[in-house]
């Protein structure tokens, strides 16, 4: 028998849309980036809302709705996160969510599914991570979540004191010396592993940027587990005041930019290769929703949709999809949403991940699948 791949792991949380696809309908979706960021983003912000707001209303949504949407625009979300996505429903649950980066598109929605797209699509990129600075003494270590709104969390770690120098003793002393050094760096080094290690059950970081002496960081990384090791990654920054730690953020998130690359281009060549075989992947709405019915699939692939205009048909447990009403058991109770909107309640509702794609990048039909069997 043929092995196949172990199961991805999950690239955003999902926790809480699971929760609130299985509450009653329709959802007002709200997804508002805050870049660029400026004197008179919160006026700009309340504008753009008022106008939406109108489109919604005139859509259906309830003033219930639409005022638990004001009162967090009126809270200032700009001062939370890079962007906001908001999803109400009319009996009152509410999804919140201030992201730590921007989506990449604003959208407003009143419909039986909501959108999700723009939020776990930003979602993807807030990877939990973990900062390591190190020199010979200890070093400094930044925890991050994928929640934005519990920020980061910051404490140093500090070794032995001496002798942490290798001094150009002479005579017979000098190797010794110098062995001692590199005894108390060791263990400098073994020591913040070990709090990395406890730190990494906490978070199940995607990656671990390491920057500082070079000497040190090597000694960091061989005394790490080795799953741990191979999500370490080096930041050019260093522990020392020389102001490289000014440009952190920028450097951490060009890591964590190039960590999703990888995930995703991993993700997109098992289902190629899937595919190809003709075995668990599906390819376009009519085999990947038939898949979802069924409960087969793992992984369903979608894109941001921006330009896609297609509905599909949603059954109201969100446990069925299909491309006409008709196809569905109960179809007098069945509900037209957008096509990928509809996918992904479904395939959350059926516990599968979700994963967003660039559109050069999606499936035929713009929406595939890799399944479970």
């Known amino acids: 028998m043929r092995q196949h791949a172990p199961p991805l792991k999950s690239l955003a949380r999902l926790d809480d849309v699971r929760d609130l696809v299985a509450a009653p309908g329709p959802f007002l979706s709200v997804h508002l980036s805050f870049r660029p960021p400026s004197h008179d983003l919160a006026e700009r912000i309340a504008l753009g809302w008022r106008s939406s707001r109108d489109a919604a209303a005139a859509a259906g949504a309830p003033l219930s709705v639409l005022e638990a949407v004001d009162e967090v625009i009126e809270a200032g979300p700009q001062r939370q996160g890079a962007g906001l996505s ?213 992984v369903l692939l979608a894109t941001l949709g921006t330009n896609d205009t297609r509905r599909a048909w949603i059954a109201p447990d969100r446990q069925q999809v299909a491309m006409t009403p008709d196809a569905l058991p109960d179809s007098a109770e069945a509900r037209s949403a957008p096509l990928v909107d509809a996918a992904i309640a479904v395939a959350l509702a059926t516990n599968a991940d979700v994963r967003i794609v660039a559109e050069q990048d999606a499936p035929s039909g713009g929406i595939g699948a890799l399944l479970r069997w």
């Open 86 to 298: 908001v999803v109400v429903t009319p009996e009152g649950r509410r999804l919140v969510d201030h992201l730590t980066v921007a989506p990449d598109v604003e959208l407003v929605g009143w419909e039986p599914a909501p959108a999700l797209t723009p939020l776990l699509a930003a979602r993807q990129t807030a990877v939990p991570h973990i900062v390591v600075l190190v020199d010979r003494a200890g070093g400094d270590l930044l925890v991050r979540t994928a929640d934005a709104t519990r920020g980061g969390e910051e404490m140093a770690v500090e070794g032995a004191e001496s002798p942490l120098r290798k001094v150009a003793a002479g005579g017979w002393s000098q190797r010794r010396i110098q062995q001692r050094a590199e005894d108390t760096w060791r263990r400098n080094m073994a020591d913040l592993a070990r709090q990395v290690a406890v730190l990494a059950r906490r978070v199940d970081p995607g990656l671990i940027a390491v920057g500082g002496d070079e000497r040190a960081v090597n000694l960091l990384r061989e005394s790490l587990p080795s799953a741990l090791r191979e999500l370490t990654r080096p930041v050019d920054v260093t522990r020392a005041a020389d102001g490289s730690a000014d440009d952190l953020d920028v450097h951490v998130e060009r890591l964590l930019r190039a960590h999703l690359d990888e995930e995703l281009a991993h993700t997109l060549g098992v289902y190629r290769r899937e595919l190809g075989q003709h075995d668990r992947a599906t390819a376009g709405p009519v085999d990947t929703f038939a898949a979802l019915g069924a409960g087969r699939v793992a």
